[in-house]
């Protein structure tokens, strides 16, 4: 897989994570870690995303 393959993979699946916590922001019953563990997966994809550019260019 080429570089810009790979970081359009990582970043749709940050924009899936982004919906996904605010679907489950708008959900009063979802409990916080559900929350936490969202917002950590979506800031380790952010920061590959950004370790790639970095390197690459």
């Not at 699946?13 to 605010?22: D, I």
């Not at 916080?32 to 995303?49: F, G, H, N, P, V």
Request: glycine share 2%; proline share 2%; aromatic share 0%.
């Amino acid at each position: 897989m080429n570089i810009e393959a790979h970081l359009a993979t990582l970043e749709k699946k940050h924009g899936v994570l982004e919906q996904e916590l605010h679907s489950a922001l708008l959900q009063p019953s979802t409990d916080d870690t559900m929350i936490a563990d969202i917002k950590r997966r979506k800031l380790r994809l952010k920061d590959e995303i950004a370790k790639i550019r970095s390197t690459h260019h």
